[in-house]
T-cell receptor, first 112, second 114 residues
Framework: AQSVTQPDIHITVSEGASLELRCNYS??????LFWYVQSPGQGLQLLLK??????LVQGIKGFEAEFKRSQSSFNLRKPSVHWSDAAEYFC??????????FGKGTRLSVIA | DGGITQSPKYLFRKEGQNVTLSCEQN?????MYWYRQDPGQGLRLIYY???????QKGDIAEGYSVSREKKESFPLTVTSAQKNPTAFYLC?????????????FGSGTRLTVV
């Protein structure tokens, strides 16, 4: 069965510092991979997605993610964090006709 | 604007009562999903439907029921059999395949059972 692991429950970074959120997945074939962001009490907003091709994917708000098949990872990065990036981040994996499976999320706090 | 409407945003019910959460979409998407979110648990799949009049159980379907009589609507009923119904519920739709695959999420309903 497919699964997604986000090893970090909570991360705190200083404003302007770089960020990397980790995501590892377990899947039989090449999956569809997603990163979503959620503000408190809100729905999910798509940051970026990967299906095939170039393993470095650019998303919205200055985020990018790199697919590494050998490590079964899809880590999310941002070179310089802004206070407005404080939120919860979810990695998700899916396949052609199966529902998305989500990780448990990483809560990002940003300090001045 | 096309989108997903979940109503109400906040819902309070007494223990032992059934309650129905609404999810309506005007995106013309075939597949619809219900997820439950608890702190530190991520999103867990309750039920999903790929076409009208058909639906499948997800990982945590016990104590829930759904119907899909119209393409636009996928209501979720939380029954009295659900042991711990207080949670945040998210509805989603899916469209496309491959590079066109996309999911849209509603803004959620927070259910509190007292």
């Amino acid at each position: 069965a497919q699964s997604v692991t986000q090893p970090d429950i909570h991360i705190t970074v200083s404003e302007g510092a770089s960020l990397e959120l980790r995501c590892n997945y377990s899947y039989g074939a090449t999956p569809y991979l997603f990163w979503y962001v959620q503000s408190p009490g809100q729905g999910l907003q798509l940051l970026l997605k990967y299906f095939s091709g170039d393993t470095l994917v650019q998303g919205i708000k200055g985020f990018e993610a790199e697919f590494k098949r050998s490590q079964s990872s899809f880590n999310l990065r941002k070179p310089s964090v802004h206070w407005s990036d404080a939120a919860e981040y979810f990695c998700a994996v899916g396949e052609r006709n199966t529902p998305l499976v989500f990780g448990k999320g990483t809560r990002l706090s940003v300090i001045a | 604007d096309g989108g997903i409407t979940q109503s109400p945003k906040y819902l309070f019910r007494k223990e032992g009562q059934n309650v129905t959460l609404s999810c309506e979409q005007n995106l013309n998407h075939d597949a619809m999903y219900w997820y439950r979110q608890d702190p530190g648990q991520g999103l867990r799949l309750i039920y999903y439907s790929q076409i009208v009049n058909d639906f499948q159980k997800g990982d945590i379907a016990e104590g829930y029921s759904v119907s899909r009589e119209k393409k636009e609507s996928f209501p979720l009923t939380v029954t009295s059999a659900q042991k711990n119904p207080t949670a945040f519920y998210l509805c989603a739709t899916r469209v496309g395949l491959g590079l066109r695959l996309g999911y849209t999420f509603g803004s959620g309903t927070r259910l509190t059972v007292v």
